[in-house]
């Protein structure tokens, strides 16, 4: 059996403190819910399960936010949700899940996405005040106290692979470029703008700003920003499509998960992607759009260099560093665009991965219909 995409929006990405800072996050996913399913022409009460991404599930994001954000939108009760954890790639495993349910026949149709609000719940809220990694005798058998911080990480792969800190800091003013040239009026689930991308960004500016970390080259322009937002897509099966009248827009082509070293943290998706292309058959050159988050400019540089994919089909609306990281909302948000970018280019096939807590990645490729 087959999954289909036949609907994707967001909402505008808000800064912290910006346009979302004061909503409730059930209701930021609620209403970006509501608003796919009347775009979609599908009827609330048709849909099988709710299944949304979200990190740091603590005070308004707690108690399986994919539920109480249905119900606040006032949509069916008989409808459940479940909210589920790959960390920043939360979402995009929603998609899967949501993907890999209608492919089994066990459900037709599922609402996949994520939401975050982090000027509301700070990020790592969940994680305090002990931490994932501290005082598990396995896990320190097995690492050590090494240090588990995503800046050291973004530090470590920039040292590996021999990234100079201007290199970093052009690809970080490129993505900005690209954001505040991009049009994503159709994928956006009111007519507001993103918030992040900083219109008075320059090379001086970047240059003047101190390393994240003592010795080190990623800096807060070279990282993605703390942001608020919600996103939304509809997946079909055959029997959805045809019972309900759905437009399919791109077929879920391929979908897959893999780890890499947890303490080095975010070079998952070079491996990842390997073997994605692989088990399809595919090449980069067979890809007419990727979407990889941009945690850092470090982790989709060194991406670049050992996939080989061409920059200019990478990111080209932005990324995460101009556009923000929801963190439970991304993967979501960049499926969403990525959809709307291969529909506005005529492209057929578009490649989605992220970097994830704990040296992971999800790879999800689409086929534009």
């Known amino acids: 059996m087959e999954a289909y995409l036949v609907g994707a929006v967001r909402t505008p990405v808000g800064r912290r403190g910006g346009m979302h800072a004061a909503t409730h996050p059930a209701d930021l996913a609620g209403g970006v819910i509501a608003t796919l399913l009347d ?30 954000a249905w119900l606040a939108a006032g949509l069916p009760e008989h409808v459940p949700g479940v909210t589920v954890d790959r960390q920043c790639g939360s979402s995009q495993q929603a998609v899967h899940f949501a993907a890999q349910a209608v492919m089994s026949g066990t459900a037709d149709l599922v609402v996949a996405g994520g939401v975050q609000n982090m000027s509301r719940v700070p990020i790592s809220s969940a994680m305090a005040p002990d931490g994932p990694y501290r005082h598990s005798p396995g896990w320190t058998a097995r690492y050590g106290n090494a240090d588990m911080s995503q800046f050291a990480s973004a530090d470590q792969i920039a040292a590996k692979w021999s990234l100079t800190r201007a290199e970093l800091e052009e690809y970080a003013l490129a993505s900005h470029r690209r954001a505040l040239g991009a049009r994503f009026g159709s994928e956006m689930s009111t007519d507001e703008r993103d918030e992040c991308p900083r219109r008075d960004t320059d090379a001086a500016r970047m240059a003047a700003l101190k390393p994240l970390r003592d010795g080190g080259v990623t800096t807060a322009a070279t990282s993605s920003q703390i942001a608020d937002g919600a996103a939304a897509l509809l997946i079909a099966g055959d029997r959805a499509i045809r019972d309900h009248g759905l437009r399919p827009r791109a077929r879920i082509h391929h979908l897959s998960a893999r780890g890499d070293d947890p303490v080095l943290m975010l070079t998952a998706p070079i491996p990842a992607t390997a073997h994605a292309l692989r088990r399809t058959g595919l090449t980069v050159g067979d890809i007419d759009r990727f979407e990889i988050n941009e945690a850092f400019a470090s982790v989709v540089l060194a991406w670049l260099r050992e996939t080989g994919a061409d920059p200019d089909r990478v990111n080209v609306n932005g990324g995460a560093i101009a556009l ?46």
């Open 39 to 68: 775009r979609a022409g599908a009827d609330p009460a048709a849909v099988d399960d709710v299944i949304l991404g979200c990190v740091d599930t603590v005070g308004p994001q707690s108690g399986d936010i994919a539920r109480t």
């Open 324 to 369: 923000g990281h929801p963190l439970g909302a991304t993967g979501a948000r960049l499926m969403v665009s990525l959809l709307h970018e291969l529909e506005r280019c005529g492209g057929r096939y578009g490649l989605q991965t992220m970097c994830e807590g704990g040296g992971q990645a999800n790879v999800t490729i689409i086929e534009r219909l």
